[in-house]
């Protein structure tokens, strides 16, 4: 089990043909992912070789779906063509699009959103890594060799924390792993992916992570005090930062005390999760709550 990404995810990449889209769906296909397609309507018809496997380019992600059964899109497009990839992705009912572009303007970001969830496409991102369901599949930029199948779900906001966590419990491994993205108006959030790993049967213990900047984090802390049985362990970037200044992701904006690193790490143990100083702690307290249990 696993959530939202399984070895049997058919896989689309928008924007496949690019540099970095053809960078990832490489690193991608090497993990196991069934990518069955890619998206340009310039290059439609053509196939682009990866090692040993012949990927077929699609003018439209309709067709493409049409063609191949995809339920998963990768989007790897500028900025100013995200909202329109992630509408037609949404237009052609993907069930899952994962949007790794960074720099979207936020206000097209609210446009897409809102227009996905009306069409039932889950939008993970934008401006995140993406999910990985190790030995399964990787739809992202996930680095797929720094860890293992596990039976840990990870949420993130931080990209560069997912990696980092992943490799300090490489040893216990991960059922999935999911970047969320750390801008203000992001998709899937802590709280979807709390839900998920509650109800898969194959998670035991859950990792957030979170950062400064709204309070993302102090809403997941409510939902694990009202609906999350398992353990979960948390991080919280940002307890350095100087007063006053925006740092990292787009979304890390504090006001006052509110968005503070000290704010989510008492609401968060308020309700009953244990919270790292380090990433290195942090896992350090998911190994002690494994072996002792709850």
Known sequence: MAIYLTEESKVLVQGMTGAEGMKHTRRMIAAGTDVVGGVNPRKAGRTVDFDDRAVPVFGAVREAMDATGADTTVIFV???????AVVEAADARVPLAVVITEGIPVHDAVAFHAYARHQGTRVIGPNCPGLITPGQANAGIIPADITKPGRIGLVSKSGTLTYQLMYELRDTGFSTCVGIGGDPVIGTTHIDCLAAF????DTDLVVLIGEIGGDAEERAA??????VTKPVVAYIAGFTAPEGRTMGHAGAIVS?????ARAKKQALEAAGVRVGSTPAETARLV????????
């Open 78 to 84: 500028p900025p100013a063509f995200a909202k329109a």
């Open 198 to 201: 509650e109800a898969d049967p």
């Open 222 to 227: 409510a939902h694990i005090r009202d609906h």
């Open 256 to 260: 006052g005390s509110s968005g503070t």
């Open 287 to 294: 190994l002690e709550r494994l072996a002792h249990g709850r």
